[in-house]
């Protein structure tokens, strides 16, 4: 990194231990660790206590994925015996349900605060100096240490009639669904409520600028899941770039390369998110950023800035809510607690919640033999036994690759809550266990699961 910055520093005390700038999954856990050292903490939020995932990501995403599931179980649901009279979906029912429940973890995260001693800012914060915090009262705290738990937010891809599109943010808060969505981007937000629109009754056109979507995923299971979506009746575009959207007549008309225009009541952007660190006077601090706009920081999350750390996805690292967490975690042990800890960013477990889910941990099987070489795979490509009896030809796949000496670098899932068997799954990836301790062990039958102890 850069050489490091340095302050002189007002030998009067600080008004905090620490400030925290965000009030996000990050910032949240590391305030309430600080302080559970001692530390006097506060944290500035200008919007709500919870940050992305609780309020506008992850966690009602989830909700609607729950309630998108509904529309395949209602379908399956006479083969297994039940009559279901007439069916309708109040899409206003879920949704302020959902928004119901945001308000709970709100209340919920700003109460654990509350109880951790911490001083929670309900207003805009920005740096003025290296020690020193300027508050939209118009109010000055100094502070210690300094932490930015910003986060990120959608992008939004920059042409013509930009304006009339929207965001994950807002999807949350429609007054209806959409009877025509183009999802614009390749990625888990595109792919997520590509599925929940479906269930839910929109057609649905997926349009990227590259040539496949979640490019970080196991091959075969991208291929696995476009094929399913496509059965589902989720249409792609690929190589496709927004030249222009406008209203016309009942809708929106989109133009774009390579590809027919396509006239829709809803576009959704997806294509990826923005390290929020404007407006936050880090040069005023002597912060440095990254190309990208992100906040550079070493292994400990510290900024070139001694005192000033940052975690989440306003740095350069990955951009998970259980990774800024075990940021906030590691940051708080170091500084505050005196027991220097980083977070191992290596074999980190993500999953993408599409119709049907699919998840993975380590390496690819590309991954592997690019970096190994020679590896061995192994799989299992059936079809769940609730599928069979429901009728449905939906096939799952699981893949296990490992090297040499059978030690597993990677294991890749699609399939019904893969996502739920994935979790033990990376505990195993994690420890460096082999296929033969998977063999060793005896398998939960009938469960899907099983299938990952008696791969072949």
Known sequence: MAGKTTSKAKPAAYDYDLFIIGAGSGGVRAARVAASFGARVAIAEEYRVGGTCVIRGCVPKKMLVYGAHFAEDLEDCSHFGWSIGEKRFDWKVLRDNVLKDVDRLNAAYTDTLGNAGVKIVPERAELVGPHEVSLASGAT??????????????????????????????????????????????????????????????????MT?????????????????????MLKGIAFRFHAEFEGIEKVKGGLRVAMTGHDPIEVDCVLFATGRVPNT??????????????????TVDR??????????AVGDVTNRVQLTPVAIREGQAYA????????????????PAAVFSHPPLCGVGLTEKQARQKLGAVKVYQSDFRPMKNVLAGREERALYKMVCDESDRIVGIHMIGPEAPEIMQMAAVAVKAGLSKADFDATTAIHPTMAEELVLLR
Request: aromatic share 6%; proline share 5%; charged share 25%.
């Open 141 to 206: 705290v100094t502070a210690r240490n300094i932490l930015i738990a910003t986060g990120a937010r959608p992008h939004v891809p920059d042409c013509p009639g930009w304006e009339l599109g929207i965001t994950s943010n807002e999807a949350f808060h429609l007054d209806s669904i959409p009877p025509r969505v183009l999802i614009a981007g390749g990625g888990y937000i595109a792919n997520e409520f590509a599925g929940i629109f479906r269930k839910f009754g929109s057609k649905v056109t997926i």
């Open 278 to 295: 404007e407006g936050l006077g880090l040069e005023k601090a002597g912060v440095e950023l990254g190309e990208t706009g992100a906040i």
């Open 333 to 348: 042990e170091t500084v505050f607690g005196k027991k220097p800890s980083a977070v191992d960013h290596s074999c980190i």
């Open 300 to 309: 400990f999350s510290k900024t070139n800035v001694d005192h000033i750390h």
């Open 209 to 229: 600028r590259g040539d496949q979507m979640l490019r970080s995923y196991d091959e075969a299971l991208r291929e696995r899941l476009l094929h399913i979506s």
